[in-house]
């Protein structure tokens, strides 16, 4: 049997770890044995599969780079391949591992979610194909940002998978993204197996392992985030479900003055803002991400929010006057003079979110060049996709801890392009920026069957530079693929290609997860999806629950009735398909029983509706053994408990 030859035209680690993946992939796919061989050891005949930076390649044609590519950051890729022979390569290490997934996705191999029973990988016959392509991502900033609950397994599975659907960036929130690694390993939630004790070093030692996988495929890095308001001040900032320890003495004076009082905010550290106009807690916050930036130079995207949480801002005398963004922007300015004294060129992405949508008055960004915008608009609806097309109302007046937050779309968009407005760079050019938003946080669960979400996220990413925007950031659980990873998979081939429509890519996902039945489940998932109503769920529509009640009460018939589909497919040879019905059968179990308890709900019936709930949170913790992979257990239930609860008061 011949064997196929890849030949690498670089030593960088990012590269030598792309040519293993083709050659794992590539002689499952082809059957035949592959050789992966350096430059210094290949003979030029027989011809081979050369890997590698494009300047290696300066006879193939290549994508033209755009005047304000920076290849730090922006991917290209180009591939021309006959049979096993030919070239394929990227503008910089990452690109290049992003190439051979390209590549492989053009063979016909798919990664319907993280982990060996996700992948689908056809029969090949390599000699009979040929891939031509020159591609450059519509957007730069195409990543995923750590929340939920998560074991170290389940961020570096996520994160292996990411580049195989052309995203470029992973964010490890807070300084050791403990809280996210604490509700899994002290099983937060779960009935009867919760423990104490894991520490803050082990989650550092996790986020070390993270890193390295990321950097192992030369993922953009983004860090930190929310906590340069407490862990300066000798105040913990682990989480926001944690309770707090005593403030030090010393640092009171610096904590926000709010209804008469210097203390906790709600007595979360995370969610308690500052004395801004004081320069001593400017000085103390911008010294503390200068030390961080230099003692990490492995970050490429350093965060730097202020607190969370809204109508939380100091109202002494001096503070008043200000508005925190024009605090917020004397501080960036403060963090970049010193950051360039230094010669350290870390990104600083600053945050547009809760009181901080309300742009500076008078300060203004002195070098756009060293930051990145973050568009965060948590309060948003999902029912409704971004738009440049509706009206657009006026910005509402600034009211010092007695703001509301907009729900629309449109009043949304007022904010980011008020912010927009103070920025224009040498030769008119925007800032740089991305939106960081929340489909698959807690909103995903309001549509169980994810069709009508998928939609609306792809719908979304289209629209993205329509506002401006050069990306997206997925805050979200991690384990976001139950029943499918539909929208994991249009997250990642939206922001490769905005022109790619929501219907092919969805025929394409289902054909490579389910088999020859995928049109099927995806008929049945998109019925499901309509069934559950996402807007009702969202408590959106002000009437309507005997409508809802209704819908909810045809789930059990439909999914009886596909039962028979789902239990001749649960059995396929092909072990990718065989999971993707196995996920699908325990999916129908939770469906049935969680349409039983919102139709109770919906009928007027709380009471019945939260024993249903009950009983089934008791079952979903039984079945995590088996969907943890997918589901993140942990939020699911703390959502439904939201939505019963408020269904007890109302
Ligand atoms: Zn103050």
Not at 16 to 24: D, H, P, T, Y
């Amino acid at each position: 049997m011949t064997s196929i030859r890849i030949a690498i035209a670089d030593d960088h680690p990012t590269i030598i770890f792309a040519a293993a993946e083709l050659q794992r992939y590539l002689a499952q796919a082809s059957g035949q044995p592959v050789d992966v061989l350096d430059r210094d050891a290949i003979s030029p005949e027989p011809p081979a599969l050369w890997l590698g930076l494009t300047q290696h390649f300066p006879g193939l044609a290549h994508p033209p780079a755009a005047a304000s590519a920076d290849a730090r950051f922006d991917d290209a890729i180009s591939i021309a391949t006959e049979a096993a022979n030919g070239s394929i390569c990227g503008n910089n290490p990452r690109s290049v591992l992003l190439a051979v997934y390209r590549y492989l996705h053009m063979l016909g191999c798919r990664w319907v979610r993280p982990g060996a029973d996700g992948e689908y990988i056809p029969a090949v016959d390599l000699a009979q194909t040929e891939v031509h392509l020159i591609e450059t991502p519509s957007y730069r900033h195409r990543g995923i940002c750590i929340e939920g609950a998560v074991s170290y397994e389940h961020v570096r599975d996520l994160i292996d998978w990411m580049p195989k659907v052309g995203l470029n960036a992973y964010f490890v929130q807070f300084r050791e993204g403990f809280t996210f690694f604490d509700r899994w390993y002290s099983h937060m939630g779960h009935p009867t197996a919760q423990t104490r004790g894991f520490t803050v070093d082990q989650a550092r030692a996790l986020v070390g392992q993270v890193v390295a996988e990321a950097k192992k495929r030369d993922l953009v890095y983004h860090a930190v985030g929310h906590g340069w308001t407490c862990e300066p001040f000798g105040i913990a900032g682990l989480g926001w479900e944690y309770p707090p320890e005593p403030v030090p003495p010393e640092a009171v004076q610096y904590l926000a003055l709010v209804q008469g009082k210097r203390e906790l905010w709600e007595g979360i550290p995370l969610n308690t803002s500052l004395c801004y106009s004081n320069p001593a807690v400017r000085r103390i916050i911008t010294d503390a991400v200068v030390a961080y930036a230099q003692g990490h130079p492995e970050v490429d995207l350093l965060h730097f929010w202020l607190a969370d949480g809204a109508n939380n801002q100091c109202e002494c005398e001096h503070c008043a006057p200000t508005r925190p963004a024009d605090f917020y922007i004397m501080m960036l300015n403060d963090l970049d003079r010193t950051l360039s004294a230094l010669h350290l060129d870390t990104r600083i992405v600053f945050l547009a979110y809760f009181d901080l949508l309300w742009p500076p008055e008078h300060e203004r960004i002195q070098n756009p060049d060293r930051f990145v915008l973050m568009f965060a608009p948590i309060t948003r609806t999902y029912s409704k996709t971004f738009s440049t097309n509706r009206a657009m109302p006026a910005l509402p007046r600034f009211e010092r801890n007695k703001l509301t937050f907009p729900r629309s779309i449109e009043q949304n968009l007022t904010f980011l392009q008020a912010w927009q407005a103070q920025f224009v760079r040498d030769g008119g050019r925007p800032v740089d920026s991305f939106d960081f938003d929340y489909h698959l946080m807690w909103d995903h669960y309001r549509d169980p069957a994810y069709i009508q979400m998928a939609r609306v996220l792809h719908d979304d990413l289209q629209l993205l530079d329509s506002i401006g925007l050069d990306g997206f950031n997925s805050c979200q659980v991690q384990r976001a693929f139950f029943p499918t990873g539909l929208p994991m998979a249009v997250l990642g081939w939206t922001l490769w290609d905005k022109t790619r429509d929501f219907e092919t890519m969805a025929h394409d996902y289902f054909a490579a997860a389910f088999g020859p039945e995928g049109e099927a489940a995806l008929a049945y998932l998109t019925q499901l999806s309509g069934l559950f109503d996402p807007e009702y769920l969202r408590g959106e529509k002000s009437l309507g629950g005997e409508q809802a009640a209704a819908a909810l009460g045809r789930v059990a018939g439909v999914v009886d009735s596909f039962l028979p589909t789902i239990e001749r497919n649960i059995d396929s040879g092909t072990a990718c398909w065989a999971c993707s019905w196995r996920y699908l059968r325990h999916h129908a179990e939770i469906a049935t029983s969680l349409a039983s308890a919102l139709r109770e709900r919906a009928q007027g019936d709380p009471a019945n509706a939260q024993l249903e709930w009950n009983a089934l949170k008791q079952r979903v913790w039984q079945m995590e053994d088996a969907l943890h992979p997918v589901l993140d257990v942990y939020l699911f239930t703390r959502v439904y408990d939201g939505i019963f609860k408020a269904g007890q008061q109302s």
